[in-house]
């Protein structure tokens, strides 16, 4: 049978709702402790039932039935959890909030929950594996570039990737490569002057039901990052436009200042037992202020716990005299130095989920090396971002052009799909290096 993505995606969705079923059913086994009868399964499986097509809806939209499982499955447990955090909070509204179905399953609710993630998660991981196997998509990928032996060493040293891919020049005839090798998907930049010579034979192909993909999609659907040799003035234009997300904005700042001041407010006892620790060390000062970029490039002072025998304020030369004290090693690695910078938050210089803000002699340096950097700016930093969480080489306080370069192209990526399921990751990855008590 010939595959492609559209029935994919139909395997995917059927299999989602049919471990849902089964999630309901173990949740009424283990609820009762006994097999769940016809009345009770028929009672919970009608309101449950419309709860898995919103379900299935917020799956879509979270990109889970899309060519990104195809290409790159690497994310798919943290993109699943973050996910079933929004359908969590979907089930508690809908079975709360419509009271029409004569149950209101809080308990029953908390293990399906449970139930239905790990489920989900082996059907997407496993078992999906077993009965596409064989089904190996043939892709075609047009250009050169770092980007795109970026792509095609990920694809070919990925045990996980469905994904037979043959790479062409752009120089060459694609059409002719294309009806050549016959291939499911073509992977090519729709912006390459190259192929606009192609464009009529290309545009002829879409009727053999060939898929073609932006490579700019699959770069960061596999990296995470957007690629900044594919930036332009058009790009930016297309994709950095606020006003589509109002609602998202004015939600993320209710949160911001909720949380916030929660935390604040808790955190304040902490601030005895640090005062404490930081006098006996050395007797210095509790805080410091440090000069950073906030949103559209206006500077703001940001409040931390001092980690360092002097004032950091991000100067190269003068760190380079000051040394991590003790006390101050043990606040980076928990983070509870920037404890005091949940005030900035509930002031509005920094948000919970955001690019970290810059220092401005290292900006303006960058914002001559690096095309685009001060465009990092249109959003209001946070406490912790994207490429915090998911880029290995930061660039800390010295001036590093390649390292930030790298740093801002998850900066990009995450002003350009900024929301609630981007913020949901960001912050249980910040949950989980909290805990784990390793900085980054």
Same mark, same amino acid.
């Given at each position: 049978?010939?595959?492609?993505?559209? +029935?994919? $995606?139909?395997?995917?969705?059927?299999?989602?709702?049919?471990?849902?079923? $089964?999630?309901?059913?173990?949740?009424?086994l283990?609820?009762?402790?006994?097999?769940?009868?016809?009345?009770?399964?028929?009672s919970?499986?009608?309101?449950?039932?419309?709860?898995?097509?919103?379900?299935?809806?917020?799956?879509?939209?979270?990109?889970?039935?899309?060519?990104?499982?195809? %290409?790159?499955?690497?994310?798919?447990?943290?993109t699943?959890?973050?996910?079933?955090?929004?359908?969590?909070? !979907?089930? !508690?509204?809908?079975f709360?909030?419509?009271?029409?179905?004569g149950?209101?399953?809080?308990?029953?609710?908390?293990?399906?929950? $449970?139930?239905?993630?790990?489920?989900?998660?082996? #059907?997407?991981l496993?078992?999906?594996?077993?009965?596409?196997?064989?089904?190996?998509?043939?892709?075609?990928?047009?250009?050169?570039?770092?980007?795109?032996?970026?792509i095609?060493?990920?694809?070919?040293?990925?045990?996980?990737?469905?994904?037979?891919? !043959?790479?062409?020049?752009?120089?060459?005839?694609?059409?002719?490569?294309?009806?050549?090798?016959?291939?499911?998907?073509?992977?090519l930049?729709?912006?390459?002057?190259?192929? +606009?010579?192609?464009?009529?034979?290309?545009?002829? %192909?879409l009727?053999?039901?060939? !898929?073609?993909?932006d490579?700019?999609?699959?770069?960061?659907?596999?990296?995470?990052?957007?690629?900044?040799?594919?930036?332009?003035?058009? #790009?930016f234009?297309?994709?950095?436009?606020?006003?589509?997300?109002?609602?998202?904005?004015?939600? +993320?700042? &209710?949160?911001?200042?909720?949380?916030?001041?929660?935390?604040?407010?808790?955190?304040?006892?902490?601030?005895?037992?640090?005062?404490?620790?930081?006098?006996?060390?050395? &007797?210095?000062?509790?805080?410091?202020?440090?000069?950073?970029?906030?949103?559209?490039?206006?500077?703001?002072?940001?409040?931390?716990?001092?980690?360092?025998?002097?004032?950091?304020?991000?100067?190269?030369?003068?760190?380079?005299?000051?040394?991590?004290? +003790?006390?101050?090693a043990?606040?980076?690695?928990?983070?509870?130095?920037?404890?005091?910078? %949940?005030?900035?938050?509930?002031k509005?210089?920094?948000?919970?989920?955001?690019?970290?803000?810059?220092?401005?002699?290292l $900006?303006?340096?960058?914002?001559?090396?690096?095309?685009?950097?001060?465009?990092?700016?249109?959003?209001?930093?946070?406490?912790?971002? #994207?490429?915090?969480?998911?880029?290995?080489?930061?660039?800390?306080?010295?001036?590093?052009?390649?390292?930030?370069?790298?740093?801002?192209?998850?900066?990009?990526?995450?002003?350009?799909?900024?929301?609630?399921?981007?913020?949901?990751?960001?912050?249980?990855?910040?949950?989980?290096?909290?805990?784990?008590?390793?900085?980054?």
């Amino acid at each position: 049978m010939k595959f492609n993505g559209n +029935k994919e $995606a139909g395997i995917l969705f059927v299999g989602d709702i049919l471990f849902w079923a $089964a999630a309901l059913w173990l949740t009424l086994l283990v609820r009762y402790q006994e097999f769940p009868g016809e009345d009770v399964f028929v009672s919970h499986i009608q309101p449950f039932g419309i709860i898995f097509i919103v379900w299935a809806l917020i799956f879509f939209i979270a990109s889970l039935y899309n060519r990104q499982t195809i %290409l790159s499955r690497s994310q798919l447990p943290t993109t699943l959890l973050n996910t079933q955090v929004v359908n969590s909070v !979907v089930a !508690v509204l809908f079975f709360y909030f419509i009271p029409y179905f004569g149950i209101t399953p809080k308990i029953n609710l908390f293990i399906d929950l $449970a139930f239905s993630f790990a489920l989900v998660l082996i #059907w997407r991981l496993y078992i999906s594996d077993i009965l596409l196997r064989g089904r190996k998509i043939k892709a075609l990928i047009v250009g050169e570039g770092k980007e795109v032996d970026e792509i095609v060493e990920n694809v070919h040293n990925s045990t996980q990737a469905r994904m037979g891919l !043959v790479r062409v020049s752009s120089e060459t005839d694609v059409a002719d490569k294309v009806k050549e090798h016959v291939p499911q998907i073509v992977i090519l930049d729709l912006h390459n002057e190259n192929l +606009k010579r192609f464009s009529s034979d290309l545009y002829s %192909l879409l009727f053999s039901r060939i !898929v073609f993909v932006d490579i700019h999609d699959v770069y960061e659907g596999l990296f995470g990052r957007v690629a900044l040799s594919y930036l332009d003035e058009n #790009w930016f234009l297309e994709h950095m436009q606020e006003p589509y997300r109002i609602a998202y904005s004015w939600a +993320k700042r &209710g949160m911001d200042v909720v949380i916030a001041l929660v935390l604040g407010l808790v955190s304040l006892l902490l601030y005895p037992i640090v005062y404490v620790a930081i006098k006996l060390e050395d &007797g210095g000062a509790l805080f410091i202020k440090q000069e950073r970029l906030g949103e559209g490039g206006r500077p703001i002072s940001i409040t931390k716990f001092r980690s360092m025998t002097g004032i950091d304020v991000g100067d190269e030369a003068l760190q380079s005299k000051q040394k991590v004290t +003790k006390v101050g090693a043990f606040l980076r690695v928990t983070r509870l130095d920037e404890l005091p910078q %949940l005030w900035n938050v509930l002031k509005g210089d920094l948000s919970l989920i955001g690019p970290r803000p810059e220092i401005p002699a290292l $900006a303006r340096h960058y914002k001559e090396e690096i095309p685009y950097y001060d465009l990092r700016h249109l959003i209001r930093p946070g406490l912790s971002g #994207w490429a915090q969480i998911y880029h290995d080489n930061h660039p800390h306080h010295g001036s590093d052009v390649e390292a930030t370069k790298e740093k801002l192209s998850y900066d990009f990526y995450y002003i350009k799909n900024r929301g609630i399921i981007a913020d949901l990751k960001i912050a249980l990855k910040t949950l989980k290096t909290l805990f784990s008590r390793s900085g980054v």
